[in-house]
């Protein structure tokens, strides 16, 4: 048995935040966003809204979708920096909103890369027999971790959540090859350095907005570009197959001009990897989850086809996963 992904599902705040609404908040233009990001809008949680509630309506949805009961979810995990506490985790909030009682929950700290951890870490416990069901989530709520006097940052994420149901499939489906990375030396490319055990919510730290992302984006661009690309070209290696073989290509949405250098350094054409980053930004976690969702809704993708997904992230970490649907 493989472990494969039988649903998905995704859902995002109806709040839009505009390059227009953006050039009344900083010192930036449209034209600058678009050219150097590709973005042309993102999606932004209202005050009152939080991570958790946009997990559990994709997370829904993905469950519909797989005809299973609710029961025959086994583990939950949810990818996110962005969690609506500290404690308990944004995943056993989830679990409790679905009523999803027979799992363990928790959640993953990988930055953008978080849905690669997840799927990766449910993969061979499926895999092996250990379980049978697990429910995969990307989840953020990043515009409420944005300094938005900081115009270098500010201007690339948004918020939404992705899900997906996996379970076991036969055994030329489902995930062929899959890993993950980090390099803790890079942790200053993408950090928030307040509001933890370290520094705490001192005035200080709120004065600075330490407790915000700071982001080191013209270094994060070359590490992103050279670790995506690296690893997808292991996930084929691996598995025999070559970039013609593969249907969609699903990069982490991080920017337009990293996702161009990927397929360039990968050779893949334009029209075989996906781009959503003009109407939702950079959504971390969920930015992969999300673009898998509309994928399969619109047909993009359909049984048999061979996906290759990648991520990278803060801390830094990334990922590869190749799958046949
Ligand atoms: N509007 C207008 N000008 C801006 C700006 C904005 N929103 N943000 C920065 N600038 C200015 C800078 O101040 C700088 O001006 P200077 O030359 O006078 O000093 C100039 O634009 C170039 O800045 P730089 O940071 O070198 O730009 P860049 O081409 O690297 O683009 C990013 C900035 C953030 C768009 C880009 O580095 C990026 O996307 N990096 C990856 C980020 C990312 O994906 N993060 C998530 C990883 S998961």
Redesign the pocket.
């Known amino acids: 048995m493989n472990a494969g992904i039988i649903s998905t599902g995704h859902d995002y705040p109806d709040g839009v935040l505009t390059n227009a609404d ?1 050039e009344k908040l ?4 449209d034209e ?2 678009t050219t ?2 590709g973005i042309k809008q993102r999606h932004k949680a209202a005050d009152d809204e939080y991570t958790s509630q946009f997990g559990v309506r994709a997370a829904q949805k993905a469950i519909d979708r797989a005809n299973i009961s609710i029961d025959d979810i086994e583990i939950i995990v949810c990818a996110t920096t962005t969690p609506d506490q500290i404690l308990p985790s944004t995943g056993c909030l989830i679990q409790k909103e679905l009523g999803a009682n027979n799992a363990a929950a928790m959640d993953v700290v990988a ?2 890369s978080g849905f690669l951890y997840g799927i990766t870490m449910v993969e061979s416990m499926i895999r092996t027999g250990q379980i049978k069901h697990a429910l995969v989530i990307g989840a953020e709520v990043l515009t409420k971790y944005v300094d938005y006097s900081d ?6 994420f948004g918020d939404g959540a992705g899900a997906a149901i996996l379970g076991p499939v036969a055994e030329d489906k489902g995930i062929l090859a899959t890993k993950i990375m980090s390099d803790g030396r890079y942790d200053e490319q ?1 950090f928030a350095p307040g509001g933890g055990s370290r520094n705490g919510w001192t005035p200080e730290v709120l004065e600075n907005r330490d407790n915000c992302f700071k ?1 080191r ?2 270094e ?2 070359k590490v ?1 570009v050279r670790s995506m690309s690296k690893v997808s070209k292991e996930m084929l290696e691996k598995t025999g197959y070559t970039v013609d073989d593969v249907k969609m290509v699903i990069p ?1 949405q ?2 337009q ?2 996702t161009d250098a990927v397929a360039s350094r990968l050779k893949v054409p334009e029209e075989k990897v996906y781009s959503n980053i003009a109407e939702h930004g ?1 959504t ?1 976690a969920a930015s992969i989850p999300i673009a898998l969702d509309e994928c399969l809704r619109d047909e993009k993708i359909v049984e048999g086809d061979l996906v290759l997904m990648t991520a ?3 801390g830094v970490t990334w990922g590869g996963t190749l799958v046949r649907f």
């Open positions: 953006l900083v010192e930036t233009s600058w966003i150097r990001t930055a953008c115009r270098s940052t500010c201007v690339i993408l982001m984006g013209n994060l661009f992103a982490h991080a920017n001009r990293i950079n971390s990278f992230g803060g």
